[in-house]
C-alpha cells in the first residue's frame, strides 16, 4: 500500500514538470533559430545608430576601432602601427574593409584610418551601424 | 472473471539528466546569441579633394561642429537651413558632391547624424573629406 503511494507521487511530479520542459524546448529552439552567435570583441565598442543603411558583406576585413584608441583585426588586438603592417599583408586589396568603430569616437582619427587605407590602396569601405527605429 | 492489468512501468530514462542539459543548452544560447540589426554605411576610401572634382561641379566642402550643426563659409547653419540656403542658390542641388568636414573632437555618432540628414534630404552624393596625405 505504501509502496503504491509512492509511486504515484512519483507518477504525478514526473505530470507536473512536462509543461516546464515543453517551455524550455521551445526557448530553447527559438534562441538557436532566431538568434546569431558571433565572437564577442575584446573591447568595449558601441557603434552608432543611422537609418541610412545597406547590408553587410560577411566576406569583409573587419576591423574594431574603441574610443579609447585600441584597435583590433579580425579579433585579434594590434597596436596602430602593428595593424598598419597587417593591412599592407593582405594581398586581396579588393576586400571591402569593415570598421566597427565606437559612436563617441572622434571622427578625425576614423578619417586618419581611412586615409591610411587608401594609401594602402584598398578600395572600399564601411562602417558598421546598428539600424535606428 | 478478474483482469489484472500491468502496473505502470518506470520510464527507462530519468528526466532529469535530460532537463539539466536542455537547461544548460538554454542558457549557453540565450547568453551567446545576439539580436542586434547591423548594417553598414559605405564610406567613399578615395581622396576627396577639391583638386580631384570636375571644374563644373566643384564640390560643397560643410564643417562639421561639435553641437550638430554645420558651417559654410565661416557662418553657421542648422542642416536643415543649410540644406534650405543651398537650394535657393544651387539648381541641381541633389547631384551636387557634399564633402563633410568633421572639426576636432567631433563624436562619430555626430558625423553620422549629420550624413544621414544629408541623405535624407535627398542628396546622394555625400561622403566625408578625408585629410590629404602629407609627404614625409
Same mark, same amino acid.
Given at each position: ?34 538568434? $546569431? ?6 573591447? /568595449?565598442? *558601441?557603434? =552608432? ?8 558583406? #560577411? +566576406? ?23 595593424? $598598419? ?6 594581398? /586581396?586589396? *579588393?576586400? =571591402? ?8 569616437? #572622434? +571622427? ?26 | ?136
Amino acid at each position: 500500500m505504501k509502496r503504491r503511494l509512492i509511486d504515484m507521487d512519483e507518477a504525478e511530479e514526473v505530470e507536473n514538470t512536462l509543461p516546464l520542459i515543453n517551455i524550455v524546448f521551445l526557448l530553447l529552439i527559438f534562441f538557436m533559430i532566431a538568434g $546569431v552567435i558571433e565572437k564577442s570583441d575584446l573591447f /568595449d565598442v *558601441n557603434p =552608432p545608430k543611422s537609418q541610412v543603411l545597406t547590408e553587410k558583406n #560577411d +566576406t569583409a576585413v573587419k576591423i574594431s576601432m574603441s574610443k579609447d584608441d585600441r584597435f583590433a583585426l579580425e579579433g585579434v588586438e594590434y597596436s596602430m602601427k602593428e595593424l $598598419v603592417a597587417q593591412l599592407n599583408g593582405i594581398a /586581396d586589396k *579588393n576586400r =571591402p574593409v569593415e570598421i566597427k568603430a565606437d559612436a563617441a569616437l #572622434d +571622427t578625425h582619427k576614423l578619417l586618419l584610418f581611412l586615409r591610411e587605407l587608401k594609401k594602402q590602396k584598398f578600395k572600399q569601405a564601411t562602417l558598421l551601424v546598428s539600424s535606428k527605429q | 472473471m478478474r483482469f489484472f492489468t500491468e502496473p505502470p512501468s518506470k520510464p527507462l530514462i530519468s528526466l532529469t539528466p535530460l532537463i539539466d542539459i536542455v537547461f544548460i543548452l538554454l542558457i549557453f544560447f540565450m547568453l551567446a546569441s545576439s539580436f542586434m540589426d547591423w548594417r553598414v554605411i559605405e564610406i567613399a576610401v578615395s581622396t576627396a579633394s577639391v583638386k580631384s572634382q570636375s571644374k563644373d561641379q566643384p564640390p560643397l566642402i560643410v564643417k562639421v561642429f561639435q553641437d550638430g550643426q554645420v558651417g559654410i563659409s565661416g557662418k553657421k547653419y542648422s542642416i536643415m537651413s543649410l540644406i534650405e540656403q543651398t537650394r535657393k542658390n544651387e539648381t541641381d542641388i541633389e547631384n551636387k558632391t557634399i564633402l563633410l568636414k568633421p572639426e576636432e573632437d567631433v563624436s562619430l555618432q555626430v558625423s553620422i547624424d549629420v550624413l544621414q540628414k544629408f541623405t535624407l534630404s535627398g542628396m546622394t552624393e555625400v561622403s566625408f573629406f578625408i585629410p590629404l596625405m602629407k609627404d614625409k
